[in-house]
């Protein structure tokens, strides 16, 4: 799998532990944020993961393109808001197993998106694998993306 991992200043610890750990398991990662704590603006960094994962997926989920994303702010909502603005890009905030897993499955999400004020490295760390590990299951779960992604028209 191809992630793209992309932070502000609050989620630079969480980034870089998230590559390293991904990277570790085989997967093909690139840290797109910052590697500082310095304050920087989080839309600039939704701005680069959010083109490159359109870009490379096709707008496509991470089952059928290979490709996905990781943002990281201090709430994880901004960074979220940000990257829903990109054509092709259904990010969303995971904060619970039951979600991580389910974005894959019925929404398709092509990014999932952290605080690093108020997650936990470890909690962080499993939603993603639960992310991986579960398959997008199509039918009637891909025509309502197909729908989601239509409203991008207007």
């Known amino acids: 799998m191809k992630i793209y991992i992309a932070n502000d200043h609050r989620g630079t610890k969480y980034a ?3 590559a390293a750990l991904l990277a570790g398991q085989g997967h093909t990662v690139e840290h ?5 704590e310095d304050s920087c603006d989080y839309p600039d960094m939704a701005q680069m993961l959010g083109e490159r994962v359109a870009l490379e997926s ?32 259904r990010a969303t905030p995971v904060f619970n197993d039951h979600i991580a897993e389910f974005v894959k499955r ?18 962080i760390k499993r939603y993603v694998q639960i992310f991986l590990n579960a398959r997008f299951e199509g039918g009637r779960h891909e025509r309502r993306v197909k729908k989601v992604m239509a409203l991008e028209r207007l």
């Open 58 to 89: 096709g707008g496509a989920g991470a089952d059928e393109s290979g490709v996905f994303g990781i943002g990281i702010c201090g709430s994880g909502v901004g960074i979220c808001m940000a990257l829903n603005k990109i054509k092709g890009i």
């Open 32 to 36: 797109m944020g910052t590697a500082e």
């Open 16 to 18: 870089l532990e998230l």
């Open 106 to 123: 019925h929404n398709n999400a092509n990014v999932l998106c952290f605080s690093g004020d108020t997650q936990a490295l470890d909690d």
